[in-house]
């Protein structure tokens, strides 16, 4: 066991030149959705080789044991996914409400068996709701605060409580299955969100930095589940988003939010920022703005000769105010999931004949058709 034990260790060890980088764990589940979901956004067919494997990888690795979770939700059945390859005590609300969601749009080679994976992994997701009504990441019901305060507790996050991320991304995923506001579990994951909204119109991001990943996951949800786009609440969460764009015509923000309340929002722009707040602007309202043709721009920009985007910050958060991580394929998927959702809208503006007034000098014209393909 014990040599086991070190060997993996050892596995998570990246030899990079002159210095080493440790991995807190592998990612295959989450980072297999988050390029599922980019690649359908952006046109690859459901029956596509790649998306028809990957729904294989899904079905063959959710998970049908009984985990830590279950002492909260004993009668609940088992249908998750964790995180890394196998997790059987630990499968995660995130990736599984992100896995379900793919699903619903990828084509397979047996759809009663697709259709068996999805309807065990929303049950469970939605079995996972806590008496709040937010969603946590793998547990319910794990919100008392002075746990984190034990010797143990090296970085103060014992419990798992609710966080807007989560709540927003199982509404995406009930919307992906057809739900509507009225619906119970999504009922009262929207009352969360409204009354869990900062004064200023932003959500708190509890696994990615921060106030940004927090409010484009939230806005997601809430345009997914069709929640109407114009309510004053909506509003302020976009307002907010466009208050924070930089010069440069990105966003970014610096994990001392997660610390001090004037860094929210605010830091030097990054790739994966930039496509959150872009996300998150396009969900929030139906008009294409002038800040969100800057924030493209941006991004065209900067693309590399590679298809991808350069970036060396660290964007997500593992124990907020003590670990942070950097997500390697972050910089890609997501500004491809932006750009794919704004060609989309386009698209949509287009067939409706709707006037983009944002879009009428020549640059930003140039721009849109390369954006467009």
């Known amino acids: 066991m014990i040599r086991k034990a070190i060997e993996a260790s050892r596995e998570l060890v990246w030899e990079m030149g002159d210095k080493a980088l440790y991995m807190p764990c592998v ?45 909260k939700r004993p009668d609940l059945k088992p249908g998750g996914w964790p995180f890394e390859f196998y997790n059987n005590t630990y499968p995660d609300v995130d990736d599984s409400a992100v896995i379900v969601g793919v699903l619903a749009s990828t084509g397979s080679l047996d759809d009663i068996v697709k259709a068996r994976a999805i309807a065990a992994g929303a049950n469970w997701v939605n079995g996972m709701q806590s008496k709040d009504g937010g969603f946590a990441a793998f ?7 002075w746990l984190n305060q034990l010797p143990l507790a090296d970085v ?39 009354r869990n909204q900062s004064p200023e119109g932003s959500w708190w991001g509890r696994w990615g930095v921060n106030h940004i990943y927090g409010t484009f996951s939230a806005l997601l949800g809430l345009r997914a589940i069709g929640v109407d786009l114009r309510e ?17 015509g990105g966003w970014g923000e610096s994990c001392l939010s997660d610390r ?14 930039t496509a959150w707040a872009l996300i998150g602007l396009i969900a929030g309202e139906e008009e294409i703005s002038e800040n969100v043709v800057r924030g493209v721009r941006w991004l065209l920009d900067r693309q590399n000769s ?43 503006l287009e067939e409706d004949r709707i006037p983009i007034a944002s879009l009428k000098n020549g640059a930003t014209i140039r721009m849109r058709r390369a954006a467009t393909g």
Not at 163 to 189: F, I, K, N, Q, Y
Not at 232 to 248: H, Y
């Open 27 to 71: 990612s295959p589940n989450w980072n297999t959705a988050l390029v599922c979901k980019a690649l359908l956004a952006s046109g690859v067919h459901g029956d596509h080789p790649a998306l028809l494997a990957a729904t294989r990888w899904f079905i063959d690795h959710q998970v049908f044991v009984k985990g830590d979770w279950s002492v």
């Open 139 to 145: 547990d319910t019901d794990t919100d008392s605060k």
């Open 156 to 194: 103060e996050a014992v419990t798992d409580p609710s966080c807007p991320d989560l709540t927003g991304r199982v509404l995406e995923m009930l919307g992906a299955l057809g739900h509507t506001p009225d619906d119970p579990v999504a009922s009262r994951a929207i009352a969360w969100l409204q």
């Open 232 to 248: 004053p609440w909506i509003r302020r969460a976009v307002s907010w988003l466009k208050s924070k764009q930089n010069q440069d």
């Open 260 to 273: 001090d309340s004037a860094w929210r929002g605010r830091g030097d722009s990054t790739a994966s920022q």
């Open 306 to 348: 590679a298809g991808s985007w350069d970036e060396t910050a660290f964007t997500g958060n593992g124990f907020p105010n003590h670990f942070y991580m950097r997500y390697y394929l972050y910089p890609h998927y997501f500004p491809l999931l932006a750009l794919a959702n704004f060609r989309a809208r386009l698209e949509k």
